[in-house]
């Protein structure tokens, strides 16, 4: 379908990519959460051609590229991001993602969407758990159990590529809570481990032919734009206002995958 992108539905696709890639570098998730639902439902709404479900997915999937990409550029000059765990965690994502992408056509819908709906609720109930009580310093001295970082990225990796969705809200519980990783090297770390496996559902999207070019440019120029400044604001936002946030968008993610699952 085609697009005449007039200068209403720009504005209105540059203020959803915006607030969307904000949150994303603010918190170090991907952002998909609030911008899939917002690019679903709220063109239409004012009047402007909806998009479909296969074209919010492919903008989303390219804008989470660059908003994650851009976010982690500016978390890298504070050293915040953990290179090991990154390497460590990011592998075992992107190898359990195609494993998981590639094993899904052997599993019935009902059993990937409830296997994700409880993983979802899993990461929201961490968490309310205790997290590290020292939030201060870099990533530069941070030890962290390789062998358990790996097991549960690979089972991220796995369950999220098996629904092809990002697991990003749910590495980020599992740094904190499991991990023990301080906040803000979770969130950047967590950027960083986005835009791996971002890499390949943005390839995908884009070689498939539904991504949408001048609404998905839009996006982008939002993106660029939007996830420093979120990024830049997480640097000095407190810990606990950040964990809060994170819990509220977890919280809206599991409520929103639960609805779809039964409904």
Do not use: C
Not at 111 to 120: D, F, G, K, P
Not at 191 to 197: Q, Y
Not at 242 to 257: D, G, R
């Amino acid at each position: 379908m085609a697009f005449d992108l007039d200068p209403g539905l720009a504005a209105l696709l540059f203020a959803i990519g915006f607030v969307g890639s904000m949150i994303s570098g603010m918190v170090g998730i991907g952002g998909s959460i609030v911008k899939y639902p917002m690019l679903l439902y709220i063109p239409p709404a004012l009047g402007f051609a909806a998009f479909t479900a296969q074209q919010v997915s492919a903008i989303s999937a390219i804008q989470v590229f660059f908003a994650t990409l851009s976010g982690a550029l500016v978390f890298r000059k504070g050293g915040y991001i953990h290179k090991p765990l990154v390497i460590v965690m990011g592998t075992a994502i992107v190898a359990g993602g195609f494993a998981g992408g590639y094993g899904s056509q052997w599993l019935p819908d009902s059993v990937i969407n409830a296997t994700y709906a409880v993983l979802a609720l899993i990461a929201a109930v961490m968490m309310f758990f205790p997290k590290r009580a020292d939030e201060g310093g870099g990533a530069a001295a941070l030890a962290f159990n390789k062998t358990l970082a790996f097991a549960l990225s690979l089972a991220i990796g796995v369950v999220s590529g098996i629904v092809g969705a990002a697991g990003a809200f749910i590495t980020v519980p599992v740094m904190l809570v499991i991990l023990r990783i301080p906040t803000r090297v979770a969130i950047a770390s967590s950027l960083v481990i986005t835009f791996v496996s971002s890499i390949g559902s943005a390839a995908g999207k884009l070689m498939g032919g539904h991504m949408p070019l001048w609404p998905s440019v839009v996006m982008i120029v939002a993106s660029l734009i939007a996830a420093p400044i979120g990024a830049r604001m997480s640097k000095k936002i407190g810990t606990k206002l950040l964990q809060w946030m994170l819990i509220a968008l977890i919280s809206a993610t599991v409520v929103k995958i639960w609805t779809d699952l039964l409904f």
